[in-house]
């Protein structure tokens, strides 16, 4: 099924948005299903899929990404391929050791991301977890992401526990109490850089390095625009995307000056299936460079119910309503 194609993406140059829906092999971020909307453009094609929760606001962010994957081309790349990190969802522990190892030896990754601080957990089962993880593939990178869900106590006490981390991100809501916990641990900022409201300077005196993803941040020239700003070092993350959206994250990871950081993409181990034939995943630990477009049959597959596809088209045609002109270099 296609969507309506809203008169401002049109006259940008969109000619089609075809709606997703796709099964995940766990559940992440609360959710088993991953959707969204895919624009064709001139260019190629973009992802549109901020999560059901955000308001049009920020889909129209997001949306604004995805038009500018869809009618221009993505910067000019620095290198061929970049590292990527493996993701562990907040599984229990034997389980997200076996998740590691899998991830591992199928994909080569050697730095793993692991999702803690989870609603309604204790700190025992993320330290549990971690150290799971660390038995299992003893030689690799360990970061963690706590998505700014603990108090500065509880950031504190894990962080002592965890033992030695190549980062943790977004370890508490607030700027302040992120900044109170980089004796123990390097501190990567992810939600106070793609929500917003937070100037430059606070940013560099609260975090080690930042996080970029494309899509929240409107688009792969914002986030590179934003990183030369602010400074620090950046990692490219990704936002459960599809091969589509993946290929914004790489785009965006080979633009940037060479990091010492693997980029969080390797989350395509987290989708049953993708809209390409295949899903995109790292080989010997990195992904190549390139554009990817959605596979007819795969998409066909992936079609949502009616009742979905009209919730999006009405989301799309609000969020397109916000949007600015596309603007040129």
């Known amino acids: ?65 995805a038009r500018e994957a869809a009618i221009r081309p993505f910067p000019a790349a620095r290198r061929a391929a970049v590292a990527v990190n493996a993701i562990v969802p907040a599984l229990q522990p034997q389980a997200a050791a076996a998740f590691a190892r899998c991830a591992h030896d199928e994909s080569g990754c050697t730095t793993i991301k692991i999702k803690v601080a989870e609603p309604g957990e204790p700190l025992e089962t993320d330290v549990a977890r971690v150290a799971a993880v660390r038995a299992a593939v003893p030689a690799a990178r360990i970061r963690i992401d706590a998505n700014g869900g603990w108090t500065l106590p509880q950031a504190r006490a894990a962080l002592a526990a965890l033992g030695d981390l ?51 941040l409107g688009g792969v ?56 034939a295949d899903p995109v995943v790292p080989r010997k630990g990195v992904l190549a460079v390139r554009r990817y477009a959605p596979d007819p049959r795969a998409l066909q597959g992936a079609a949502p119910a009616a009742e979905r596809c009209r919730w999006w088209a009405a989301r ?12 040129d270099d």
Do not use: H, N
């Open 1 to 65: 099924m296609r969507l309506p194609v809203p008169p401002g993406l049109a006259a940008a140059g969109i000619v089609e948005a075809v709606p997703y829906a796709l099964a995940l092999t766990r559940t992440f971020r609360r959710t088993t299903v991953r959707e969204g909307v895919l624009l064709r453009g001139p260019a190629g094609w973009g992802e549109w899929a901020p999560f059901p929760e955000y308001d049009d606001a920020v889909a129209a962010r997001w949306l604004a990404a």
């Open 166 to 216: 190549e980062y943790v991100e977004q370890p508490c809501a607030a700027l302040a109490d992120c900044a109170a916990v980089r004796d123990l641990a390097p501190v990567a900022l992810d939600e106070a850089v793609r929500l917003g409201g937070a100037d430059l300077a606070a940013l560099r005196a609260a975090a080690d390095l930042i996080v970029l993803k494309a899509a929240p």
């Open 221 to 276: 020239r914002a986030a590179l625009a934003l990183a030369e700003r602010c400074g620090l070092p950046a990692v490219v993350s990704g936002a459960l995307d599809t091969a589509v959206g993946l290929s914004a994250g790489i785009a965006l990871a080979a633009a940037l000056p060479e990091q010492p950081y693997a980029a969080g993409l390797g989350t395509g181990r987290l989708l049953a299936r993708d809209v390409t």
């Open 316 to 327: 799309l045609a609000r969020a397109a309503a916000l949007l600015p002109p596309p603007q």
